[in-house]
């Protein structure tokens, strides 16, 4: 089954071009995006949201991440993200009309499930009124004890908040639970360590974006006929950025001896960051971080020395210029500089850097989708030098269906 491939890890990381072909099919046309792909009732749904909430664990709260930027850069709507077991043990304002997003490879991590239950109760407890929150001591207290006044008025029927779904199994709790459910079309995902599903989740929430700006009237045919166009070309974007594994593993021998390292990026970057660091940790078992790399200066710059690896993620972005100025002062400090960039960005010629043109120019959708693929590879390659179990890493289980 594993075919040329060492790990299914490194199988499912070579599969993800076709994983993202598999996913589109069907959901697009030549230049446009199908709101029915979310479902027949999709479209009545999205007509009326004001903002959207996502949950998930993991990973998948990375993919989340990145769709924050895009919904409200994109399409200008409100949207909140966090990991489901604050969520669901915090008492979260709940404002009606809210689209509620859940992520799940699986379809049955505990936290994100129970999360979806909890705001199906407080939908079905609802008759009318103001604004909840999602625990029943303290839904009907308005204003909170926080002194908020929560939300707008709202609908005499009960609260508005549509539940979706973004899961790669089909049949899976969360999906039952939905009231619309979108399928990554990933294929079975064996690694413990998510890679193709996490990619698929943000071509389906690319296509979310999409769908709601269109409905919504957030978005122009222009706009989704590039965004269309963009997702077209990302299965070949996604195979050249695999043809980079020589000079990744090349990089990977750097890390071997390495106790630590810090990851940088910015914009879509920072939740791309976070997930190579996630990625790091989880399978080479070396203590891994992620920032904003404007953060830089708010303290992780103490830490850096010549010991510890920094990984930036640098497409030629409006945020360019910013992250060169944070990369410079970590070579001030004499720390080893790697950079993964694109066939524009040109922090290349700097001395010292360590530097790999993963993709040609890409887009504000396709470009998070695509620097992640060099960085699974490099935590792949970290690794293999380190012997580690690769695929069953230690202490963690592929699907979490206790808290
Ligand atoms: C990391 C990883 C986990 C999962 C998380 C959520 O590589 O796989 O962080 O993303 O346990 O799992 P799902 O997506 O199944 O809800």
Request: with cysteine; hydrophobic share 40%; glycine share 6%.
């Amino acid at each position: 089954e594993l075919g040329e491939h060492r790990h299914y890890m490194h199988k499912e990381i070579f599969e993800q071009p076709q994983a993202v072909t598999d996913t589109l099919e069907g959901r697009i046309t030549q230049d446009h995006v199908l709101v029915s792909a979310f479902g027949h009732e999709a479209e009545a749904l999205f007509e009326s949201i004001q903002q959207v909430q996502i949950i998930a664990c993991g990973t998948s709260y990375h993919a989340g991440m990145v769709a924050k930027y895009w919904f409200e850069d994109i399409i200008g709507l409100p949207c909140q993200v966090e990991v489901a077991s604050e969520y669901r043990y915090r008492n979260p304002v709940v404002l009606n009309n809210t689209l509620f997003v859940t992520i799940s490879q699986s379809g049955e991590t505990a936290d994100t499930l129970a999360a979806l239950q909890q705001i199906k109760q407080l939908k079905a407890k609802t008759p009318s009124s103001h604004v909840q929150t999602s625990s029943s001591s303290s839904y009907d207290q308005t204003p909170s004890s926080s002194g908020l006044t929560r939300g707008s008025p709202i609908h005499k029927t009960g609260l508005n908040i549509p539940t979706l779904s973004i899961c790669n199994v089909p049949e899976s709790s969360l999906t039952r639970e939905s009231d619309l459910t979108f399928l990554t079309h990933a294929g079975p995902e064996i690694g413990v360590a998510s890679t193709k599903a996490f990619t698929t989740q943000l071509v389906a929430l690319s296509l979310l974006v999409t769908a709601v700006g269109k409905t919504l009237n957030l978005m122009s045919e222009t706009q989704e006929r590039k965004i269309v166009h963009g997702l077209q070309k990302l299965p070949g974007l996604l195979q050249k950025a695999l043809t980079h594994e020589d000079s990744i593993k090349q990089i990977a021998q750097g890390f071997a001896d390495k106790t630590s390292a810090l990851f940088l990026g910015r914009g879509t970057m920072f939740p791309i960051a976070l997930e190579g660091a996630l990625k790091l940790k989880e399978i080479s078992y070396i203590h891994a971080e992620a920032y904003p790399a404007g953060e830089l200066k708010h303290g992780p710059l103490a830490l850096i020395d010549e010991n510890i690896p920094v990984i930036a993620i640098a497409p030629h972005d409006d945020l360019l210029e910013k992250l060169k100025s944070n990369l410079q002062e970590v070579k001030a400090r004499g720390g080893q500089m790697i950079v993964f960039e694109d066939e524009m960005s040109c922090v290349g010629s700097e001395e010292g850097f360590q530097v790999v043109k993963a993709t040609s120019n890409v887009g504000r959708i396709t470009a998070p989708i695509t620097f992640n693929v060099p960085l699974q590879l490099l935590s792949y390659h970290v690794a293999l030098i380190k012997g580690t179990d690769v695929d069953q890493p230690r202490n963690l289980a592929k699907s979490v269906t206790v808290e």
